[in-house]
């Protein structure tokens, strides 16, 4: 019996076509593994935001974006916003003061690079740039803090 002879041409196809595949079957896992990190990041932040601390606040918004964006926007019950957004590669430094029942979320850039701008303040519209960030959170456990700084992490390097 005649054994079939593979070519140097042909090992060589398929020594590409299966490497096509695991890049493809990496590159696929890495986007679901960004994606996750978002969701959880973003539920994380969501659940854990304290409105409680600013007793007119109306409504309010949290996002971390697929562009690495942390964005707080809250909205007063007489019509003023307040908008805070920052670029996580820009991030100094993100530390937790407080206790597991509140505390707050401090994060700081490196220079001043947090955005800060107010709409439809009675003192005036304003904008500015911040160096500190500080956001009320309630009912966060030492385990989701440590994931949330693991992410910020996560995302800082991946903007660089």
Avoid at 3 to 14: F, H
Avoid at 86 to 99: A, I, M, V
Wanted: glycine share 4%; with cysteine; charged share 20%.
């Amino acid at each position: 019996m005649v054994k079939p002879v593979l070519t140097r041409t042909r090992k060589l196809s398929i020594i590409i076509c299966i490497s096509c595949i695991a890049l493809f079957i990496c590159g696929f896992r890495f986007i679901t593994d960004e994606t996750e990190w978002l969701n959880w990041s973003n539920r994380a932040l969501t659940e854990s935001y304290n409105p409680a601390t600013e007793p007119n606040l109306k409504k309010w918004e949290i996002t971390l974006t697929p562009g690495h964006f942390i964005r707080l926007r809250k909205t007063f019950q007489h019509g003023k916003q307040e908008y805070f957004s920052f670029n996580l590669n820009r991030l100094d430094s993100f530390d937790y003061l407080g206790t597991a029942n509140n505390g707050v979320l401090h994060f700081k850039t490196l220079n001043d690079d947090i955005i800060v701008q107010t709409y439809d303040d009675p003192k005036g519209d304003i904008d500015s740039m911040s160096t500190v960030l500080n956001i009320p959170v309630k009912s966060i456990s030492a385990e989701r803090l440590d994931s949330l700084n693991s992410a910020m992490q996560y995302f800082k390097t991946k903007g660089l």
